[in-house]
């Protein structure tokens, strides 16, 4: 009860730093830019910060945890692994629409593109997010892959999603220290004007959004805990032979598959472990 | 054997990443700028982005990984527990002396300090480290600390040990884009001048050191074995009562009573857990 308490109070501040996020990006674009367009110029430019934040960073996150929501326990895991490589999709899309949005601005501004770190790192964390969709469908989604490779490949699906999350909201961090010495010239950033502090506070929120995130999704305790149950009932009765993934334990999620191989564990403890 | 040919290759490669961005940037400071001084000029910030990548990028990913070389699982946590708390330590000096370089060349050249998101971030990162060093060393090295706030504490201790990390990392990516934008006027950042693309190198260099650090980090079956032994030894033996904190559980490794409330863990299998 006091875990779900917490649960539920990180959730909120996820929710929050998430949504005021989006409306923080919304009032720059709209109040202190030159709002929103398709015409090649600086409100086409400005469907990128909106579409990162909103899409790539928010979608994102909100696909990592997914999982861990409690009133999503009794629907299928089918069903949650649809909707989790759903809001994914989303996700990319939004990113790539949003990459389309800074090069057609950048062609007709005559401005290069892929000269900066900013642009190398984006552009890599959205040919790696494409991979890791790709080969999480066919892994995951497909039923001819074998339970063998869904549990090999488990923890670096979790890991680079992880990875890849952060490294999304470092980019966009720096991508937000670009637009701000580019974009403000009298007063200049340095001069702190109010759009300044204003801009500098959504990438707090971003930080404070991803950190929130992070913490649920490595909480081992706030799990779905089906998986868990079903998987304690089928180590529970033997040794480490029968943890190993094999045909009779196929129909366990792919997330208890992976735990398989490394350890038993207890529900009902008050604490987390250290790390998930 | 399969395990630790793959920890080395990782460690292998953390440790050429790092390596190789330290050198980097100390070519970028005294080949593409102006060298190293502390007279308040270009010279003296240079040592702003010295000190934070050897400093407290390399050091700090150093102390994260230190408990999981196998060569140190000979000697005891306490001496361990040290040689990570020095690190760390190390860390931060480097980083409060880089702030000073920055300020003192700001302070010299008439720049407005702290405008940027930038040195919010870096100054938020500075001082949450300081908080996470003097709590550390209360909770784990002072020997009036309850085992109970040890095990409390261990998850948060870790979770923000490896957030901050990787803040650190993106604040850099930051400042690395406002130092080059600001210092290449002629040819600018955008014409991609051999400066510009150095520099981007070592960017990624510092996301792949990141990364190494937060694999090696997060994979359970590369912790220290003696303390999972000794858990494994302490929590075998009956009911979930036995697990819990108490007297009789204080010589056990901080890390391994967190562990204890939550799950048993068993060793030898060939696959890590899919998110530590």
């Not at 334990?249 to 564990?265: C, K, N």
Request: glycine residues 8%; charged residues 15%.
């Amino acid at each position: 009860m006091e875990s779900y308490k917490h649960f539920l109070a990180v959730l909120s501040a996820a929710a929050a730093f998430g949504i005021v996020s989006i409306i923080f990006v919304l009032r720059w674009v709209l109040h202190y830019r030159e709002g929103l367009a398709w015409d090649g110029g600086l409100g086409e430019f400005n469907w990128h910060p909106v579409l990162q934040i909103s899409g790539f960073i928010f979608l994102n996150g909100a696909a990592i945890i997914v999982f861990r929501l409690p009133w999503t326990w009794r629907c299928s895991k089918l069903i949650m692994k649809f909707i989790h490589a759903g809001l994914n999709l989303a996700a990319f899309i939004c990113a790539t629409i949003s990459f389309v949005a800074v090069f057609d601005f950048h062609n007709a501004a005559q401005i290069p593109n892929m000269y900066s770190l900013h642009s190398w790192l984006g552009l890599a964390a959205l040919v790696l997010f494409c991979l890791q969709i790709v080969l999480s469908v066919i892994i995951y989604l497909m039923p001819f892959s074998p339970a063998s490779w869904r549990a090999a490949f488990m923890p670096l699906h979790v890991f680079f999603g992880r990875s890849l999350f952060g490294s999304v909201i470092a980019v966009a961090l720096m991508g937000i220290t670009e637009k701000l010495i580019f974009g403000l010239s009298n007063p200049k950033y340095k001069d702190s004007p109010p759009e300044a502090v204003f801009v500098n506070v959504m990438g707090v929120l971003l930080v404070a959004y991803g950190v929130a995130i992070l913490w649920i999704s490595t909480r081992t305790s706030w799990k779905r805990p089906n998986d868990l149950a079903l998987h304690t009932q089928h180590t529970s009765g033997g040794g480490e032979d029968n943890i190993k993934v094999g045909s009779s334990l196929s129909q366990l999620s792919d997330e208890a598959e992976a735990e398989g191989h490394v350890d038993v564990r207890r529900r009902g403890h008050k604490l987390d472990d250290q790390a998930d």
